[in-house]
């Protein structure tokens, strides 16, 4: 008998010619196996694609965590931790820096690409406004300068967040999808 032959690995509980043989424990019975599940989670086609609040959330916490987590005046920042850990621990900060500015470059470079340098005006002058209004009624005082710095901190992230889910925001309110020629 040869390795080519399709009788080789077939047997009574496996009918297909060419499939591999199972094998046969002492306490099996034939038919008694439920039969392999192909999904072990429920995967609905398409769901990643709608966009909602809780991927907007994600997107914001997300570019939130970037922008503080490289400056923020209580000093516990990857800005800080230069300034008090360069020469000790230069082989920790430097790869940390490295996927710190990795991402960096991905978020602005999508928010560029989404939005377009008018775009990218238009939003910052929106979260402005927003803010100097917060802050001309009282709801966002402004005692201490580090309170415009933490402002500032948080309209970056806003930018980057409305960059980053300006395209799906676009195509869920509007049908159109954007894409983007990714050879230039």
Excluded: C, K
């Excluded at 398409?46 to 490289?70: D, Q």
């Excluded at 790869?95 to 928010?111: D, E, G, H, N």
């Excluded at 889910?165 to 195509?171: G, R, Y």
């Amino acid at each position: 008998m040869s390795l080519d032959d399709d009788s080789a690995t077939a047997t009574p509980g496996n009918s297909a010619p060419g499939t591999p043989a199972r094998p046969n424990l002492p306490n099996q019975q034939a038919g008694r196996i439920p039969p392999p599940r192909r999904h072990p989670l429920p995967i609905t086609p398409g769901r990643l694609r709608i966009f909602g609040l809780a991927m907007f959330l994600t997107r914001l916490f997300g570019a939130l965590f970037l922008v503080f987590s490289t400056y923020n005046p209580s000093g516990w920042s990857l800005w800080h931790w230069y300034q008090t850990g360069w020469p000790a621990e230069w082989t920790l900060l430097l790869p940390i820096s490295v996927v710190w500015l990795v991402v960096y470059i991905l978020l602005w470079r999508a928010a560029y690409r989404a939005l377009r340098p008018s775009g990218l005006a238009l939003t910052t002058a929106l979260i402005g406004s927003l803010v100097w209004v917060l802050v001309d009624t009282g709801i966002v005082p402004l005692n201490v300068p580090g309170d415009l710095v933490i402002i500032v901190l948080y309209m970056s992230g806003g930018v980057l967040t409305a960059g980053v889910t300006w395209s799906s925001a676009w195509a869920t309110l509007t049908g159109q999808v954007i894409t983007n020629d990714l050879t230039r």
